[in-house]
Every structure is written in C-alpha cells, then in structure tokens.
C-alpha cells in the first residue's frame, strides 16, 4: 500500500519539543508521572520525555479496544495495568491519537477513580472533527482530519508503527 506523508518528522520534532517545554512550565515544582498508553504511544511518549526538562516518572497501561482494525467501539480491554499506584500524584495521560475520544474517556474514568493528585492528556493527534463540542486534551500535537493514519507508533493491522512521520494510507477502504 502507497502511503502519503502528512507530518513530517521535522514538525513532529518541533511540536515535542514546544510541548516538553509548555509541560515543564506548567509542572515546575511538581511531582510528575507520564503514563503512555500502549502500544500506539511508545514513539511519542519516549520523544515528549526526553523533551520535558523537569523530574518525572513514566508508567505504561496497555489497552486493546474491541472493534474492526479501523474504528473504536469504546470498549477497552486492559492488557497490562501501572506499575504502581497513581493516589495523590500529578499524572500526564500520553495518548497517540484521540479519534472518538472513547477510548480516552474509558481510560479517564478508571484513573480518577484511583484519586490522583490531578490528570491531564497529552495527545500527538486529535481528529477534531470526530468529537466537535469537546476539548479533550489539554496538550495537543496537531489537530488533523478524520483519515485512517499511520507511523511514528500508530500502526495499520500492527505495522507501519516504525515509520518516523506520520502519513495517510492510500487505497484503504474506510471502514
Ligand atoms: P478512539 O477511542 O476512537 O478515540 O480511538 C483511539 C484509538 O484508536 C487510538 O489510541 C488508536 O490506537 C486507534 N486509532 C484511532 N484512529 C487511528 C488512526 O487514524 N490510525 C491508527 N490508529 C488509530
Ligand atoms: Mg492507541
């Protein structure tokens, strides 16, 4: 399958790097973890930790969602859970793409229910268009149209996650 780039590895250098610097600000002081939600993160939140000049800790969740290979049901299956408890710490939701947004949620609700000193979301994309009346992160990458993409840790039937810039398939039937 052809493939188009739509962010190069340049700008997606350049974003990480802003937003490791607007957490830093924001965080100064506090006691911080990222928790990346695998497997789509892995590329993105090992660039942002890098970019964050502040101590921090990372975390790993590893959730399924049921569904066809290119839309979300909303229903989440957790393949691996924290490491270690999040009660009265500052988390970093590091999320790949926010499509639905069901995903997220799911996610948000099994974290505050853990009591956490304060959640926000860091997402490298966000179809906006998906969820139209909803901010749902408060870090975001880039705001891209609703298209099935690929690369930097997102993948397409679990490939294309190795390619450094992100980029539309081509010839995909969405489903
Ligand atoms: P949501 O629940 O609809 O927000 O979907 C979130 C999850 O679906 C993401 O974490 C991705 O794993 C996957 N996903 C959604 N859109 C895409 C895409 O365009 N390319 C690759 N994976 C996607
Ligand atoms: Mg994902």
């Given at each position: 399958m052809n493939y188009k780039i739509l962010i190069s590895e340049e700008q997606i250098y350049e974003k990480i790097n802003e937003l490791g610097r607007r957490i830093s600000e924001d965080y100064e002081g506090r006691k911080v973890t990222l928790i990346g939600v695998l497997k789509g993160a892995y590329m993105f939140l090992s660039d942002l930790s890098r970019a964050i000049s502040i101590p921090h800790t990372v975390d790993f969740m590893a959730v399924s969602s049921y569904g066809?290979?290119?839309?979300?049901?909303?229903?989440v299956r957790i393949l691996k859970d924290l490491d270690n408890p999040i009660t009265n710490q500052h988390i970093i939701l590091v999320e790949d793409i926010i499509d639905s947004g069901l995903t997220l949620k799911y996610l948000m609700n099994i974290f505050y229910n853990r009591s956490p000193a304060s959640i926000s979301v860091c997402a490298l994309?966000?179809?906006v268009n998906k969820h139209p009346?909803?901010?749902?992160?408060?870090?975001?990458?880039f705001e891209i149209p609703d298209k099935f993409v690929i690369g930097y840790g997102l993948d397409y039937q679990q490939y294309?996650?190795?390619?450094?810039f992100i980029a539309y398939l081509e010839g995909l039937v969405q489903e």
């Open positions: 066809s290979s290119t839309t979300s049901s909303g229903i994309l966000d179809k009346n909803e901010t749902l992160a408060d870090y975001i990458g294309y996650r190795n390619l450094p």
